[in-house]
């Protein structure tokens, strides 16, 4: 069965910083996890989902726009691994976030394109809690 398998949220003081981390096995990744669209979403009780950070095959970035300019999505093809370095965190960054993983073109995987659409793999979450 396809797996992944998110780690590294805490609860963490306004301003700290935090890595998480999303391992993948399974049929396909062994093999083409490089070509997968990846993506980080957050979730929280009585709000949609929302993407935070994707990125391409050939490693091109998207993030949403509270993100922007704190956030790092980040991928190690040989491991399998994919990251996202949180820096400066907001008490509105907590949430429970979900690891994602699609097979689907270049062109869909960024930009106005890579949230439209459902991504078919995903992990079971790892919860991040900002106090003030």
């Known amino acids: 069965q396809v797996q992944l398998v998110e780690s590294g949220g805490a609860s963490v003081q306004a301003g700290g910083s935090l890595r998480l981390s999303c391992v993948t096995s399974?049929?396909?990744?062994?093999?083409?996890?490089?070509?997968?669209?990846m993506s980080w979403f957050r979730q929280v009780p009585r709000k949609e989902r929302e993407g935070v950070a994707a990125?391409?095959?050939?490693?091109?970035?998207t993030y949403g726009d509270p993100a922007k300019g704190r956030f790092t999505i980040s991928k190690d093809n040989a491991k399998n691994l994919l990251y996202l370095q949180m820096n400066s965190l907001k008490p509105e960054d907590s949430g429970m976030y979900f690891c994602?993983?699609?097979?689907?073109?270049?062109?869909?995987?960024?930009?106005?394109?890579?949230?439209?659409?459902?991504?078919?793999?995903w992990g079971q979450g790892t919860q991040v809690t900002v106090s003030s």
């Open positions: 990125i391409d095959v050939d490693g091109g970035t």
């Open positions: 399974g049929y396909g990744f062994g093999t083409f996890f490089g070509t997968y669209c």
């Open positions: 994602a993983a699609d097979y689907r073109a270049r062109r869909y995987c960024g930009g106005d394109y890579v949230w439209r659409y459902n991504f078919t793999y």
